[in-house]
């Protein structure tokens, strides 16, 4: 690993304004971006690395009102094992709980689990020996080359990885709001970026806490091909909200999560065995599998049928 300066922020603010200034990076649990910087696989290397682990109440989990609110520093095992998240937003628990490996959700953030990169294997080569398109290349080795874990729902400005957080389709079917040192963003929003950026952060933009409203009822489901540490090849969640209407997402299957409205549809009349797996047609008609990857389409289905099927009375 190339040395880099090493500076403890105080604030996010402070923060923010480091890396504002442009060559340098944040850092919370080092469980993503270290072994990015060791492996070389971006094409600049940071000059400064800022860590927010020592910022003071930013790791808290608590109740405001109608929403829970967790801080970007909220390790994973502690939101997964949060008496406060599984009574009220449980999708979010179970998808903490199945991320990584325990020594990983020990170190690991909710805040970097959402801000990080993609696992695509073109794009973790070390070295930037692919010059891809989420690398600011021109082209994506998926296109063409071997594609079975990548997107079934086309590109996202050129490039077909897919989205590895086991966290946000529950962000995104339980409504979460990101909050940043800048704005507030809906989950929905969070990670359509583009080809090159994971999620909307501008230069200088730090997450500081997530905002869940309390559901009825959640529910995850995740498809990897290890049960005891694995990306998800697929993943989904649903939620149903305190209003009563039922929000369905998977991962796994785009460079961002998908929100399926269309699955939603087919059982705002109730979900029953029936319903359930209309919504898994529904939510993958859309699909334009790669060479490789078709067998993805008939796992998304089934998890948007099974995850719903969790929600039912
Ligand atoms: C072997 C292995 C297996 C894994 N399996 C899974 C899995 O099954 N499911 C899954 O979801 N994840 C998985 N992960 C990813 C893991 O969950 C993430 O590495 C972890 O959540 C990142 O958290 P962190 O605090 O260590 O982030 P860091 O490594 O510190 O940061 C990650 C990225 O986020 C940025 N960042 C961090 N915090 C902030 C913030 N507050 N604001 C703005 N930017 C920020 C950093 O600059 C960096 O780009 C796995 C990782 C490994 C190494």
Redesign the pocket.
């Known amino acids: 690993m190339r040395h880099f300066k090493h500076m403890q922020a105080s604030s996010?603010n402070e923060?923010a304004s480091v890396?504002g200034k442009g060559n340098a990076?944040?850092?919370?649990?080092?469980?993503?971006?270290?072994?990015?910087l060791k492996d070389e696989i971006l094409p600049t290397y940071p000059e400064t690395v800022v860590d927010?682990k020592a910022i003071p109440g930013?790791d808290g989990i608590s109740e405001d009102g109608d929403d829970v609110v967790i801080g970007?520093?909220a390790?994973?095992a502690d939101v997964a094992e949060s008496e406060t998240v599984r009574a009220n937003c449980s999708a979010l628990a179970e998808?903490c709980a199945?991320?990584?490996?325990p020594t990983?959700?020990h170190?690991?953030?909710?805040?970097?689990?959402?801000?990080?990169?993609h696992?695509c294997w073109y794009f973790r080569v070390p070295d930037d020996r692919f010059h891809c398109r989420r690398k600011g290349g021109d082209y994506c080795p998926a296109r063409i080359g071997d594609n079975r874990y990548h997107s079934i729902f086309g590109d996202q400005d050129g490039c077909f990885a897919s989205s590895?957080?086991?966290?946000?389709p529950a962000l995104v079917a339980l409504g979460a709001v990101v909050k940043?040192t800048k704005r507030e963003v809906p989950a929905e929003e969070f990670f359509k970026a583009n080809g090159v950026r994971?999620?909307v952060?501008e230069d200088g933009?730090?997450?500081?806490e997530i905002r869940v409203p309390k559901a009825q009822k959640s529910a995850f489901q995740?498809f990897?091909l290890r049960k005891s540490?694995?990306?998800?090849v697929a993943n989904c969640a649903a939620a149903r909200l305190a209003d009563g209407s039922v929000r369905v997402a998977l991962g796994g299957v785009y460079p961002a999560p998908v929100r399926s409205a269309s699955a939603e549809a087919e059982v705002v009349g109730g979900i029953g065995e029936s319903s359930a797996a209309k919504a898994g047609d529904a939510a993958v008609v859309d699909c334009r599998p790669l060479s490789n990857n078709e067998y993805k389409v008939e796992i998304a289905r089934t998890l948007v049928k099974r995850t719903l099927l969790e929600l039912a009375d």
Do not use: Y
């Not at 990076?25 to 990015?36: E, K, P, S, Y």
């Not at 933009?205 to 500081?208: C, I, M, P, R, S």
């Open positions: 996010a923060a890396i990076l944040v850092m919370a649990g080092g469980t993503d971006l270290l072994g990015t927010l930013m970007a520093l390790k994973l998808a199945r991320a990584a490996s990983i959700r170190m690991g953030t909710i805040g970097g689990n959402v801000c990080q990169m696992r590895s957080h086991d966290t946000a940043t994971s999620n952060l933009e730090v997450v500081t995740k990897a540490i694995d990306f998800p």
